[in-house]
C-alpha cells in the first residue's frame, strides 16, 4: 500500500512446509507488523478466513561495521587481531555471511599460527570479488553477491573450483593428503590428456565417410588434430569417442574439463591477460601510516578518499569510486619514492 499504491491487488503462494505437517507459509506476504494487524490482514485473504498463526512475522534491524575499516582478510583496521564476518560487515545474512565467517575464520588461525593471510583476489573466487567489493567500496545497504560483480567470470567456473582452490586449501591446513592426492591425479591426468588430444591426428582418408559427412567434415583434406575437432562448438567428446576409443576411457569430471578449457580456451587466455596486468597493482601494497593528505597531483577529492578508505594495495585504491587512473600513477610514483627506489 505504500510503495505500490496505484495496484489493487498482490500475489501470494501458500506454500507447504512439509508432508506432515498443516503448516503453510504464504510467500510473498513478509511484514513487521503488529500481531493484531497481521491477524487482521491474513484473514481478510479469501480462503484464509479462520486461519491460524502459528508463528508471526517479524523484521529484525542491527547495526553494522562500515567495511572500509577491514582488510581484505576481514581483520579491522583499527583493531589488530579482531577478525568480523557476516552480517556486521554490510551484507546478507546467507552465502554471504558463511563465505565471511570462512575466511575470516581461516585469517585468524592463521594469525595465531604466525603465518600471511590467505588473501583470495578477484580472479580467484566469488568470495574474493564480495571481499573486495566491500573493502574498497564499502555497502550502503544489505550486501548481495550477484555474478554480475565479477569481472572475471569465465574463470570463475563452478566445473574448475577445485583447480583454483585446492591448493591453496591445501597449503592451509583445511584439505586432507587424501583428498589432495586424488585431486593432483585427476590434475594430471587432465594435463596428459590436453597434451594428447594436440598430438592425435584426424586423416581424412582413413576415417569413415559417414563420420565427416555428419560433421561436415567431407572434402577436407589436410589432416585436424582432435582438439581442433573438440574447438568446433557442435562437436563433443561422445563425437570424437567415434574415432577415439580412448578419451572415454578417462573420468568423466576429467573430460568434462577438458572440453571446456578446449573450447573455451581462446577467451580464458583473454581474461587471464587482463589479470596479469591487475595483478601488478595487486601486488604493490600501500603502508598503513601512508599521508595522502597534501600529496601533490593528487585532488582534493581523492586525497579524501583514499584517507577515508585507506586501501591495503594499489590494486584496491584503482577501484575506489572517483580515484581515476592519473592518480593511481601518482601514488604509484609516491610509494617508489617513499620506498627508495
Do not use: C
Not at 83 to 95: D, F, K, P, R, W
Amino acid at each position: 500500500m505504500v510503495r505500490f499504491p496505484e495496484k489493487d491487488r498482490h500475489q501470494t503462494f501458500i506454500e507447504p512446509e512439509g508432508l506432515d505437517t498443516v503448516e503453510v507459509y504464504p510467500s510473498g506476504l513478509s511484514t513487521s507488523l503488529p500481531i493484531d494487524v497481521q491477524w487482521k490482514f491474513y484473514r481478510s485473504i479469501a480462503g484464509l478466513e479462520r486461519v491460524e498463526i502459528m508463528r508471526p512475522a517479524y523484521a529484525i534491524e542491527y547495526d553494522y561495521v562500515d567495511p572500509i575499516q577491514l582488510h581484505a582478510s576481514l581483520e579491522t583496521k583499527p583493531a589488530r587481531n579482531l577478525y568480523h564476518a557476516g552480517q556486521i560487515n554490510g551484507t546478507s545474512g546467507y552465502e554471504e555471511a558463511a563465505a565471511q565467517g570462512l575466511l575470516a575464520g581461516i585469517n585468524a588461525a592463521l594469525r595465531v599460527q604466525g603465518r600471511e593471510p590467505l588473501i583470495l583476489g578477484r580472479n580467484d573466487a566469488y568470495i574474493g570479488v564480495m571481499i573486495d567489493d566491500l573493502v574498497t567500496m564499502g555497502s550502503k545497504e544489505p550486501y548481495r553477491m550477484f555474478t554480475s560483480r565479477a569481472e572475471y567470470r569465465l574463470l570463475l567456473r563452478e566445473d574448475n573450483a577445485d583447480l583454483r582452490l585446492r591448493e591453496r586449501g591445501y597449503e592451509i591446513g583445511l584439505v586432507r593428503d587424501e583428498e589432495y592426492g586424488i585431486f593432483l591425479r585427476k590434475k594430471e591426468m587432465i594435463k596428459e590428456e590436453l597434451q594428447r588430444l594436440r598430438q592425435e591426428k584426424l586423416l581424412p582418408s582413413q576415417v569413415d565417410v559417414d563420420f565427416l559427412e555428419d560433421f561436415d567434415l567431407k572434402g577436407v583434406q589436410n589432416a585436424l588434430t582432435y582438439e581442433q575437432l573438440l574447438r568446433r562448438p557442435d562437436f563433443t567428446s561422445s563425437d570424437l569417442s567415434r574415432i577415439d576409443e580412448k578419451i572415454m576411457e578417462t573420468p568423466a569430471d576429467v573430460r568434462e574439463q577438458v572440453e571446456i578449457q578446449i573450447k573455451y580456451q581462446g577467451y580464458i587466455d583473454r581474461q587471464l591477460e587482463q589479470v596479469g596486468r591487475a595483478k601488478k597493482l595487486e601486488h604493490t601494497k600501500i603502508p598503513q601510516d601512508m599521508q595522502y593528505m597534501g600529496l601533490p597531483g593528487l585532488s582534493a577529492e581523492v586525497q579524501e578518499k583514499l584517507h577515508k578508505f585507506k586501501p591495503d594495495t594499489l590494486g584496491q585504491a584503482s577501484r575506489i569510486p572517483g580515484v581515476t587512473p592519473a592518480a593511481i600513477t601518482i601514488l604509484s610514483i609516491a610509494l617508489k619514492s617513499r620506498s627508495g627506489q
